[in-house]
């Protein structure tokens, strides 16, 4: 990486060491050798003072000490420095377990201690991810996508603007009075001292974005996502000029210094620009072989490959660096412990995995690992994952991608232990939004939902998870048209509720079109469906009589109900899921291409004019449509399981037709 200072710079070359040019009347470029086996991970350049990371975990710095800038703490045994950051008199460190601390700004000057150096505790479950220190003033980023400033605040540099629903700061630069943050939809924003114009961030053309920031004295820097930098504020010393590139060259990283700039370029050169007092931006090629490089800390050189071991209770990670390939396995313990596998992984590798890549089995890439509340639900995080999680359902989405691809061949139907195998590798998600089934004193259950619903903003579409596991929503679809009784081969359903490990409550669930389908499998006793089938809703849910009470196995049969009558889950003793099939109120409003998405995974959507009591009589008191012949349907249904699965010894038409579908050509094999 390059790094500028008041007078000085400091770059990070591919073998491992550092090189420093410019004024160094205090040390400050005197670079430290390293021991042999040891590289520097990270530098950065203060005012007068340099800071190092090393690939052990140890930071070094050198330099103007007299604000105690340069005296790092000592480690506890187990624990490493991640990240390092240098400023005027102070200097900011962060460690593997997600804390900082700040040391310097010790004067005889009042005013040189404004606070910069008093990083506060944090809550439980976060963790600091990126840290940088200005001229008096500490910008730091946590784990939960928020950022916030401490220390001097004359030009209002530390007044963090709060964020939009959904938006996140990914990266945050602090400059002598001025601050500037990166945000997660690509675009910037820069507070404080604006005398300049150094807080005037351009704006971006349509489909452009920015990936990386730098706040100098009194101007700033910015990549933008086709590579290009652009500076804005002082320009003296034409540090704001920034040279145009060759055909094919990008910029890949920038440091704003006091009146200089440093860039770094794709092919491993790094230029500098502005003031050229003490030779700073006199920046010698690396010789063949060799190439500067960003830091091995901050995630732009280091990967995650998360690869799948075949078992249900243990994930292997392997992650690949600059400096050799290290492996993880990690046995079940639950979903709650993501917190602690991401920081066991930080502490040791050394690195700050706040910032890494995951590459997945699929190939896809998972931005960057979700620290806060591991396991809250997919609606309440906006389909954040914890890795845990991730790793999961890619298992059980492999499993199902097994099943469909042998079922196919083998034309033989999908059963109900094939539907078990799949739910026991899922990892379900907290569900804090069903307050209606929560059991009392619950403030979440283990749930989710897979296929069409209408989002908190009234958007209708199918669901994160259908999207990212098909596989899965087609075993569950294709089990379900494999046994569908003869009387209702045409029953319809756009959306799967999957339920892990809780009686649900007393309910009525509202917003359904229609009849739904029930079925519950596991290890486990109890657990039966109680509906009140003559429910009109004109009693409360505690003033049903226990007469008018239905009580049915799900876990030996099929049963249809009315989920828009009150219904709830009896107490039951060891492992439980419930597949709950349904028409969601609102699909008649989703648009064809989501309704297309829709039956490509399995899903049997209703036709326009088809009635709600198609196939289930409306409770006592419901008005009957016009011409309906109440008598020969019932409020309940009910089929026994195992005799439906015998008379489908074979892969139903619908089912084999599902699966050949091109779009399920596109789904990846787990390997």
Same mark, same amino acid.
């Given at each position: 990486m390059v790094s500028a200072g008041n007078d000085h710079t400091v770059l990070l070359r591919s073998d491992g060491s550092a090189v420093a040019i410019g004024d160094s009347r205090d040390g400050q470029c005197n670079i430290p050798a390293l021991d042999e086996g040891l590289a520097y991970t990270q530098v950065s350049a203060g005012s007068f003072h340099t800071v190092l990371l090393r690939s052990d975990g140890s930071a070094v710095a050198i330099g103007d000490s007299r604000g105690g800038q340069c005296d790092i703490p000592p480690l506890d045994e187990g624990m490493a420095y991640t990240h390092v950051s240098a400023g005027n008199i102070h200097t900011v460190l962060l460690r593997s377990d997600g804390s900082a601390v700040a040391i310097g700004a010790k004067s005889r000057y009042r005013w040189d201690n404004a606070g910069q150096c008093n990083i506060p505790p944090l809550d439980e479950g976060i963790a600091y991810t990126q840290i940088s220190a200005g001229n008096d003033h500490t910008v730091l980023l946590r784990s939960d996508g928020s950022a916030f400033a401490i220390g001097g605040n004359n030009a209002e540099q530390c007044n963090i603007p709060p964020l939009d629903e959904g938006l996140a700061y990914t990266e945050i630069s602090a400059g002598a009075t001025h601050t500037v943050l990166l945000r997660s939809d690509g675009s910037a924003v820069a507070i404080g001292d604006n005398e300049c114009g150094q807080c005037d961030i351009p704006p971006l053309d349509e489909g452009m974005v920015y990936t990386q920031i730098s706040a100098g004295r009194k101007h700033t820097v910015l990549i933008r996502s086709d590579g290009c930098a652009v500076a804005v504020g002082d320009n003296p010393y034409e540090q704001c000029n920034i040279p145009p590139l060759n055909e094919g060259m990008t910029y890949t990283q920038v440091a704003a210094g006091a009146y200089h700039t440093v860039l770094l370029r794709s092919d491993g050169c790094a230029v500098a620009i502005g003031d050229i007092n003490f030779e700073k931006c006199n920046i010698v090629p690396p010789e063949p072989g060799i190439r500067y490089i960003s830091d091995r800390t901050h995630g732009r050189d280091l990967a995650l490959q998360l690869e799948l071991v075949g078992e249900d209770d243990a994930i292997t990670l392997t992650c690949?660096?600059?400096?050799?390939?290290?492996?993880?396995?990690?046995?079940?313990? /639950?979903?709650?412990?993501?917190?602690?596998?991401?920081?066991?992984?930080?502490?040791?590798?050394?690195?700050?995995?706040?910032?890494?890549?995951?590459?997945?089995?699929? /190939?896809?890439?998972?931005?960057?690992?979700?620290?806060?509340?591991p396991g809250v639900s997919v609606a309440k995080a906006s389909w954040n994952e914890t890795m845990w999680q991730r790793a999961h359902r890619l298992l059980s989405n492999r499993y199902a991608q097994e099943m469909l691809d042998q079922a196919n061949k083998s034309k033989k139907a999908i059963s109900q232990q094939q539907v078990l195998k799949v739910l026991k590798a899922w990892a379900f998600g907290r569900n804090f939004g069903r307050l209606n089934v929560m059991p009392d004193g619950k403030d979440w259950v283990w749930s989710d939902t897979l296929g069409l619903l209408r989002d908190r903003v009234g958007d209708i579409h199918v669901t994160g998870p259908a999207k990212r596991y098909p596989a899965v929503v087609q075993v569950l679809n294709g089990w379900l048209h494999g046994i569908l009784p003869a009387e209702v081969k045409d029953f319809p359903w756009t959306s799967i509720n999957l339920n892990c490990n809780y009686a649900a409550k007393r309910h009525r669930d509202q917003n359904n079109f229609g009849a739904s389908l029930i079925a519950a499998t596991g290890d486990f006793t109890g657990g039966g469906l109680a509906v009140w089938p003559e429910d009109n809703k004109s009693n409360g849910l505690t003033q049903?009589?226990?007469?008018?009470?239905?009580?049915?196995?799900?876990?030996?049969?099929?049963?249809?109900?009315?989920?828009?009558?009150?219904?709830?889950?009896?107490?039951?003793?060891?492992?439980?899921?419930?597949?709950?099939?349904?028409?969601?109120?609102?699909?008649?409003?989703?648009?064809?291409?989501?309704?297309?998405?829709?039956?490509?995974?399995?899903?049997?959507?209703?036709?326009?004019?088809?009635?709600?009591?198609?196939?289930?009589?409306?409770?006592?008191?419901?008005?009957?449509?016009? /011409?309906?012949?109440?008598?020969?349907?019932?409020?309940?249904?009910?089929?026994?399981?195992? /005799?439906?699965?015998?008379?489908?010894?074979?892969?139903?038409?619908?089912?084999?037709?599902?699966?050949?579908k091109p779009a399920l050509k596109k789904v990846l094999k787990q390997k």
């Open positions: 690949s660096t600059l400096v050799g390939e290290e492996r993880f396995r990690l046995t079940a313990q /639950g979903i709650d412990s993501a917190w602690e596998t991401h920081k066991r992984i930080a502490r040791d590798l050394n690195v700050n995995l706040a910032n890494l890549q995951l590459i997945l089995p699929d /190939g896809q890439l998972l931005a960057k690992v979700c620290h806060a509340n049903l009589p226990s007469a008018k009470q239905v009580e049915l196995d799900i876990q030996e049969n099929l049963v249809m109900f009315n989920g828009n009558s009150a219904h709830e889950v009896k107490s039951f003793k060891g492992e439980r899921f419930s597949i709950v099939f349904f028409t969601v109120g609102c699909h008649a409003k989703a648009e064809s291409k989501v309704k297309a998405e829709l039956t490509d995974l399995g899903f049997q959507v209703p036709v326009s004019h088809e009635k709600p009591d198609k196939f289930l009589r409306a409770p006592a008191g419901y008005p009957a449509p016009k /011409g309906a012949d109440k008598s020969s349907k019932k409020t309940l249904r009910s089929w026994n399981i195992k /005799g439906l699965e015998k008379k489908a010894k074979t892969f139903s038409s619908k089912a084999l037709k599902m699966v050949m």
